[in-house]
């Protein structure tokens, strides 16, 4: 069994009288507070629901109601059994322990990682998971795309058994509304049918935002699913109690490690969660047992700033991954559909992806390959939403739901061939232009004003072009903020008195990064390093934006195709 966690993304149903397990940790009833606020998704804004969960709204949109108007929102939410679908989001242990053990800006940022891949796949699920059924005149079984998703993110730290485990519940309510704006349970069949694919993109833009926030390098996956290198496999056992305790209820009963079975040995093993410690309260005995084991802080300084690669380099990898993608969609049995692109797209990229670039690769080759260029479409109505993904009642390529259409793998090979060549002629240089120049990482070697000059030259002189300076004004300012800060251009103060942890924890572990300050820039701070990277990909994305103009780059950056 993985340690750490589930083999995909696990969906529960939910039974009527469980909105207050969510709650609890929160203190929204009046407990301590263990669990950081519950927040509403950004896809439910259409409900005006925004920020932090309260008992009230949450209690409404559970039982169907419209919290701001109280109307009941279906005709039929008497009948309706199951309010809504916990989709919890595990992160492998090795990123649960540097949420826990790590410094303020390490924890901070695994976090942060964690919750873009979270949104990521959220966003994914809504636009090709979520679908509500209807009856036509004509008596035809309809399935059709919901307006958004609405629900709320549960994010935790720990395990009942008190290990870290860093993991989201993303409650989805029950509730779907159709392009006319009628609502409706959903049908649930689509988020199954999909979680897989949700699952594999969520730690796919996991591995690619650590390793873009804090340089870590991975170990290669394992069913989509990736440990950091550099931590033991004996720190990752010791902490993950949960997976012990499941695994010695089958051993001892001769019982097979399905999911079916496991999941029917964790409901056994499982304790009640304790609701009285919370992460803070752990991190010192977490310190202690990983150190006992040889990870101590100076250890946990090694994974760190291995790993970058800006953002040329992850086009790099896309590119070379549409061998291995096709490879692995060859072996599959009979026709393939947008669900097993996105899964073997992910699996392929041992460091991660953007989302966008993900989504856009695949779209383009389910487009091509389907002669479907209704999202196409869509962007040119304003339907994009910047992220390679429709929004509204804007079709998803290939179907919605369970009704994917489904393609030939001898289609997609051409295609995938096709996109490709599209696809290299987006991310390489023009020829004569430098491919990456002068890097960020360099400045840190050099005096401060030649330094600026330097990340200056790189996006060039100002342009005429109202569109283009726009992003070459929005790089100059990142440039001069930045040399200000750490290139001591502008009497820079010291760059890495803020970090540490200040929750709990000895002083040997007040600042995880220190051992990371004493040479270049990627030996600097951790907050250096992270506003480093930023830079890099800004840098690079603007002198893009100017080679080719935001018309050419918007329009071949949606789904691949020539215009």
């Given at each position: 069994?993985?340690?750490?966690?589930?083999?995909?993304?696990?969906?529960?149903?939910?039974?009527?009288?469980?909105?207050?397990?969510?709650?609890?940790?929160?203190?929204?009833?009046?407990?301590?507070?263990?669990?950081?606020?519950?927040?509403?998704?950004?896809?439910?804004?259409?409900?005006?629901?925004?920020?932090?969960?309260?008992?009230?709204?949450?209690?409404?949109?559970?039982?169907?109601?419209?919290?701001?108007?109280?109307?009941?929102?279906?005709?039929?939410?008497?009948?309706?059994?199951?309010?809504?679908?916990?989709?919890?989001?595990?992160?492998?242990?090795?990123?649960?322990?540097?949420?826990?053990?790590?410094?303020?800006?390490?924890?901070?940022?695994?976090?942060?990682?964690?919750?873009?891949?979270?949104?990521?796949?959220?966003?994914?699920?809504?636009?090709?998971?979520?679908?509500?059924?209807?009856?036509?005149?004509?008596?035809?079984?309809?399935?059709?795309?919901?307006?958004?998703?609405?629900?709320?993110?549960?994010?935790?730290?720990?395990?009942?058994?008190?290990?870290?485990?860093?993991?989201?519940?993303?409650?989805?309510?029950?509730?779907?509304?159709?392009?006319?704006?009628?609502?409706?349970?959903?049908?649930?069949?689509?988020?199954?049918?999909?979680?897989?694919?949700?699952?594999?993109?969520?730690?796919?833009?996991?591995?690619?935002?650590?390793?873009?926030?804090?340089?870590?390098?991975?170990?290669?996956?394992?069913?989509?699913?990736?440990?950091?290198?550099?931590?033991?496999?004996?720190?990752?056992?010791?902490?993950?109690?949960?997976?012990?305790?499941?695994?010695?209820?089958?051993?001892?009963?001769?019982?097979?490690?399905?999911?079916?079975?496991?999941?029917?040995?964790?409901?056994?093993?499982?304790?009640?969660?304790?609701?009285?410690?919370?992460?803070?309260?752990?991190?010192?005995?977490?310190?202690?047992?990983?150190?006992?084991?040889?990870?101590?802080?100076?250890?946990?300084?090694?994974?760190?700033?291995?790993?970058?690669?800006?953002?040329?380099?992850?086009?790099?990898?896309?590119?070379?991954?549409?061998?291995?993608?096709?490879?692995?969609?060859?072996?599959?049995?009979?026709?393939?559909?947008?669900?097993?692109?996105?899964?073997?797209?992910?699996?392929?990229?041992?460091?991660?992806?953007?989302?966008?670039?993900?989504?856009?690769?695949?779209?383009?080759?389910?487009?091509?390959?389907?002669?479907?260029?209704?999202?196409?479409?869509?962007?040119?109505?304003?339907?994009?939403?910047?992220?390679?993904?429709?929004?509204?009642?804007?079709?998803?390529?290939?179907?919605?739901?369970?009704?994917?259409?489904?393609?030939?793998?001898?289609?997609?090979?051409?295609?995938?061939?096709?996109?490709?060549?599209?696809?290299?002629?987006?991310?390489?240089?023009?020829?004569?232009?430098?491919?990456?120049?002068?890097?960020?990482?360099?400045?840190?070697?050099?005096?401060?004003?030649?330094?600026?000059?330097?990340?200056?030259?790189?996006?060039?002189?100002?342009?005429?072009?109202?569109?283009?300076?726009?992003?070459?004004?929005?790089?100059?300012?990142?440039?001069?903020?930045?040399?200000?800060?750490?290139?001591?251009?502008?009497?820079?103060?010291?760059?890495?008195?803020?970090?540490?942890?200040?929750?709990?924890?000895?002083?040997?572990?007040?600042?995880?990064?220190?051992?990371?300050?004493?040479?270049?820039l990627r030996q600097n701070s951790l907050r250096q390093r992270v506003e480093a990277n930023d830079l890099e990909r800004l840098i690079s994305q603007t002198r893009l934006q100017l080679q080719l103009g935001h018309e050419i780059v918007d329009s071949r950056m949606d789904y691949g195709l020539e215009l």
């Amino acid at each position: 069994m993985y340690p750490g966690g589930v083999r995909v993304l696990r969906i529960s149903k939910l039974s009527h009288g469980r909105a207050d397990y969510y709650l609890l940790p929160t203190g929204v009833l009046g407990n301590k507070q263990i669990e950081p606020a519950g927040q509403w998704m950004e896809s439910s804004s259409f409900l005006k629901l925004q920020g932090a969960v309260d008992r009230e709204r949450w209690y409404s949109i559970l039982a169907g109601i419209d919290p701001a108007t109280g109307n009941v929102l279906s005709a039929n939410q008497g009948r309706v059994k199951v309010p809504g679908f916990d989709l919890t989001f595990c992160a492998p242990k090795s990123v649960s322990l540097l949420a826990g053990i790590g410094d303020q800006e390490v924890s901070s940022a695994t976090i942060a990682s964690h919750d873009r891949a979270v949104s990521t796949a959220l966003n994914y699920l809504e636009c090709h998971g979520m679908a509500v059924r209807r009856t036509a005149e004509s008596h035809e079984k309809l399935i059709l795309p919901v307006e958004g998703m609405v629900g709320a993110n549960f994010l935790h730290r720990t395990a009942r058994s008190l290990d870290p485990h860093l993991h989201t519940h993303s409650v989805v309510a029950n509730l779907g509304s159709d392009p006319e704006k009628s609502w409706s349970a959903l049908d649930g069949r689509g988020l199954y049918a999909h979680r897989a694919a949700a699952d594999a993109l969520y730690h796919t833009v996991l591995r690619y935002e650590l390793g873009s926030r804090l340089g870590v390098n991975w170990e290669q996956p394992v069913n989509g699913r990736a440990d950091i290198k550099g931590i033991p496999r004996e720190v990752i056992l010791e902490f993950s109690t949960r997976t012990a305790q499941i695994a010695e209820y089958l051993d001892s009963r001769g019982i097979g490690a399905s999911s079916n079975a496991r999941y029917i040995a964790g409901v056994a093993t499982r304790g009640e969660k304790d609701l009285d410690i919370s992460a803070d309260d752990l991190v010192g005995q977490w310190r202690d047992r990983a150190m006992s084991l040889g990870m101590g802080p100076v250890q946990l300084d090694n994974v760190f700033g291995i790993g970058y690669m800006d953002k040329g380099e992850h086009f790099d990898a896309i590119l070379h991954s549409y061998d291995k993608v096709a490879a692995t969609l060859a072996e599959k049995d009979g026709p393939v559909c947008r669900r097993d692109v996105v899964r073997a797209w992910s699996a392929a990229l041992v460091a991660g992806a953007p989302g966008e670039e993900i989504n856009r690769a695949v779209d383009s080759v389910i487009g091509l390959a389907s002669h479907n260029l209704q999202s196409e479409v869509g962007r040119r109505n304003g339907l994009d939403r910047g992220d390679g993904m429709r929004r509204g009642n804007e079709p998803a390529i290939g179907g919605v739901g369970v009704r994917e259409e489904r393609i030939e793998v001898s289609a997609i090979e051409v295609a995938m061939r096709n996109s490709r060549d599209v696809a290299r002629e987006r991310y390489e240089w023009p020829a004569g232009m430098q491919y990456r120049g002068m890097s960020v990482e360099t400045t840190g070697q050099i005096s401060g004003g030649r330094a600026l000059q330097g990340l200056l030259d790189r996006i060039g002189p100002q342009p005429e072009d109202e569109h283009c300076l726009a992003a070459w004004s929005e790089a100059y300012k990142a440039i001069h903020s930045y040399g200000e800060r750490w290139l001591g251009v502008v009497g820079a103060g010291d760059s890495g008195q803020e970090v540490g942890n200040s929750r709990v924890g000895s002083d040997q572990w007040q600042g995880t990064g220190d051992s990371l300050r004493q040479n270049s820039l990627r030996q600097n701070s951790l907050r250096q390093r992270v506003e480093a990277n930023d830079l890099e990909r800004l840098i690079s994305q603007t002198r893009l934006q100017l080679q080719l103009g935001h018309e050419i780059v918007d329009s071949r950056m949606d789904y691949g195709l020539e215009l």
